[in-house]
């Protein structure tokens, strides 16, 4: 496997900013940590990856139901699984600069690496961000933003079924904003404190967990592939002992190669019937499920796929970041999967200043627009600078209109210049045939 280079980070976060994906939250008031906003193209890309994993895992499937549950919930809900008195990281505080750091994310816990003054006493850290809701500032009125959004889906799992009646095995699927109150977020994207999850419970007889479990470790990595991960990249990590949560008997880890080191990408969970036992027992609401067939009455356990958007979003970025050379010149480029890229095609005018071939170039691009939203004009520079503007953005195609589009040359009239982003290699086609030959490649 190649190394990146030294900068790697340094490069992707300077792409981010300058193209228009990824902008530091707030900045014009000096930011908040933990905090980004996606620009147009940086959008573009994280709603292509939600939706591809949509129709994947829930469109795609016939034993899954989609979600869309509310960010805040009952207070009760957060105290039932454990989060409001356990869902915390170890700190340390310096004595002298008084900056704060996870204790477990520190090489040398004796000094402080801002300025080696001592820490303090280490002491558990709760990730929860509280905020009220409703008139009354007392405690009735605490409530979280949710941590996870796992919860959303087990307290409307007797929902489901009273309103379905799907038969085991069956999930939910749900793409949604998690927060965690970070002691020190870092890396760019990977570690927020306002997040997106893209998670599924899938619910199954107690017997069969191991078989489902299997089913969707492969899923998950059918998906790393599709999405355009790197798959040499991403390794398989069985998580052993006192290091699982306290709800999971078995969790894979599928770690990925971040230029800052090994770091968990997603996490495949046999959470047991924890969750829906827990809630059962606090709201006094009989969560088992009852099997028309055999008349068997229990309580699913569940296998939990959880994705994280932005991380996700960062490891297409870097697996996608390619630098070679192309006709004698070096260049930087998003090698993305093209059902992924944020620009599906980009249409030129070969020059702007003809209006002949602007008409035509508007009448691709509106054809190409109506059944492929994400289309492209650009006619700022000449072709070779608009090439390479492309290929800096990932666009796996660019379309060309030339003289010959317009029957200078007979045989070609009605036809443009197609060419690929990755081997810069062009080809002449159809006006008829664009559309089709573009669906075909992003699907």
Request: hydrophobic share 35%; glycine share 8%.
């Given at each position: 496997?190649?190394?990146?280079?030294?900068?790697?980070?340094?490069?992707?976060?300077?792409?981010?900013?300058?193209?228009?994906?990824?902008?530091q939250g707030s900045e014009i008031y000096g930011g908040l940590a933990g905090t980004y906003d996606y620009g147009p193209l940086g959008t573009a890309l994280k709603n292509n990856i939600k939706n591809l994993w949509w129709r994947t895992f829930v469109d795609g499937?016939?034993?899954?139901?989609?979600?869309?549950?509310?960010?805040?919930?009952?207070?009760?809900?957060?105290?039932?699984?454990?989060?409001?008195?356990?869902?915390?990281?170890?700190?340390?505080?310096?004595?002298?600069?008084?900056?704060?750091?996870?204790?477990?994310?520190?090489?040398?816990?004796?000094?402080?690496?801002?300025?080696?003054?001592?820490?303090?006493?280490?002491?558990?850290?709760?990730?929860?961000?509280?905020?009220?809701?409703?008139?009354?500032?007392?405690?009735?009125?605490?409530?979280?933003?949710?941590?996870?959004?796992?919860?959303?889906?087990?307290?409307?799992?007797?929902?489901?079924?009273?309103?379905?009646?799907?038969?085991?095995?069956?999930?939910?699927?749900?793409?949604?904003?998690?927060?965690?109150?970070?002691?020190?977020?870092?890396?760019?994207?990977?570690?927020?404190?306002?997040?997106?999850?893209?998670?599924?419970?899938?619910?199954?007889?107690?017997?069969?967990?191991?078989?489902?479990?299997?089913?969707?470790?492969?899923?998950?990595?059918?998906?790393?592939?599709?999405?355009?991960?790197?798959?040499?990249?991403?390794?398989?990590?069985?998580?052993?002992?006192?290091?699982?949560?306290?709800?999971?008997?078995?969790?894979?880890?599928?770690?990925?190669?971040?230029?800052?080191?090994?770091?968990?990408?997603?996490?495949?969970?046999?959470?047991?019937?924890?969750?829906?036992?827990?809630?059962?027992?606090?709201?006094?609401?009989?969560?088992?499920?009852?099997?028309?067939?055999?008349?068997?009455?229990?309580?699913?356990?569940?296998?939990?796929?959880?994705?994280?958007?932005?991380?996700?979003?960062?490891?297409?970025?870097?697996?996608?970041?390619?630098?070679?050379?192309?006709?004698?010149?070096?260049?930087?480029?998003?090698?993305?999967?093209?059902?992924?890229?944020?620009?599906?095609?980009?249409?030129?005018?070969?020059?702007?200043?003809?209006?002949?071939?602007?008409?035509?170039?508007?009448?691709?691009?509106?054809?190409?627009?109506?059944?492929?939203?994400?289309?492209?004009?650009?006619?700022?520079?000449?072709?070779?600078?608009?090439?390479?503007?492309?290929?800096?953005?990932?666009?796996?195609?660019?379309?060309?209109?030339?003289?010959?589009?317009?029957?200078?040359?007979?045989?070609?009239?009605?036809?443009?210049?197609?060419?690929?982003?990755?081997?810069?290699?062009?080809?002449?086609?159809?006006?008829?045939?664009?559309?089709?030959?573009?669906?075909?490649?992003?699907?």
């Amino acid at each position: 496997m190649k190394p990146y280079p030294a900068d790697m980070m340094e490069k992707i976060v300077s792409l981010c900013k300058r193209r228009g994906f990824i902008y530091q939250g707030s900045e014009i008031y000096g930011g908040l940590a933990g905090t980004y906003d996606y620009g147009p193209l940086g959008t573009a890309l994280k709603n292509n990856i939600k939706n591809l994993w949509w129709r994947t895992f829930v469109d795609g499937r016939d034993d899954m139901y989609g979600m869309d549950a509310a960010i805040l919930m009952n207070a009760r809900t957060w105290e039932t699984t454990g989060h409001v008195a356990g869902f915390a990281d170890p700190l340390v505080e310096c004595t002298k600069c008084k900056k704060r750091f996870r204790a477990d994310q520190l090489e040398d816990k004796t000094k402080c690496p801002a300025c080696g003054g001592a820490f303090g006493p280490e002491r558990q850290f709760n990730m929860m961000l509280s905020t009220r809701v409703g008139a009354m500032e007392d405690s009735s009125s605490i409530s979280y933003l949710r941590p996870e959004t796992a919860q959303g889906m087990f307290v409307n799992f007797k929902n489901v079924v009273d309103s379905f009646h799907p038969k085991l095995p069956f999930g939910m699927g749900q793409i949604g904003k998690a927060f965690r109150n970070e002691i020190t977020p870092r890396d760019f994207i990977f570690r927020l404190r306002e997040l997106e999850q893209m998670e599924v419970e899938y619910f199954v007889r107690p017997e069969d967990w191991q078989r489902a479990f299997e089913e969707w470790r492969v899923a998950m990595g059918n998906w790393i592939d599709a999405v355009g991960i790197d798959p040499e990249r991403v390794y398989e990590t069985d998580i052993l002992g006192g290091d699982l949560a306290h709800y999971s008997k078995r969790t894979i880890d599928f770690e990925f190669d971040y230029p800052f080191g090994q770091k968990e990408l997603y996490g495949l969970a046999y959470r047991t019937d924890f969750d829906l036992s827990r809630h059962s027992e606090a709201s006094k609401v009989d969560l088992s499920y009852h099997d028309e067939a055999t008349g068997e009455k229990f309580v699913p356990h569940v296998i939990e796929p959880s994705f994280g958007v932005d991380r996700t979003l960062l490891a297409v970025l870097l697996s996608a970041y390619t630098e070679d050379e192309l006709g004698g010149a070096p260049r930087a480029y998003l090698k993305f999967a093209p059902r992924v890229a944020p620009v599906k095609a980009a249409v030129f005018p070969l020059l702007k200043n003809k209006p002949e071939l602007v008409e035509k170039a508007r009448e691709v691009y509106d054809m190409l627009k109506r059944e492929i939203p994400q289309i492209a004009w650009d006619d700022n520079g000449n072709v070779g600078k608009r090439y390479r503007r492309q290929d800096e953005i990932g666009t796996p195609f660019c379309i060309t209109i030339d003289f010959d589009t317009l029957g200078e040359t007979p045989d070609l009239k009605d036809t443009v210049t197609l060419r690929d982003r990755d081997t810069g290699t062009q080809e002449r086609i159809a006006i008829g045939d664009l559309t089709k030959y573009i669906k075909g490649a992003i699907l």
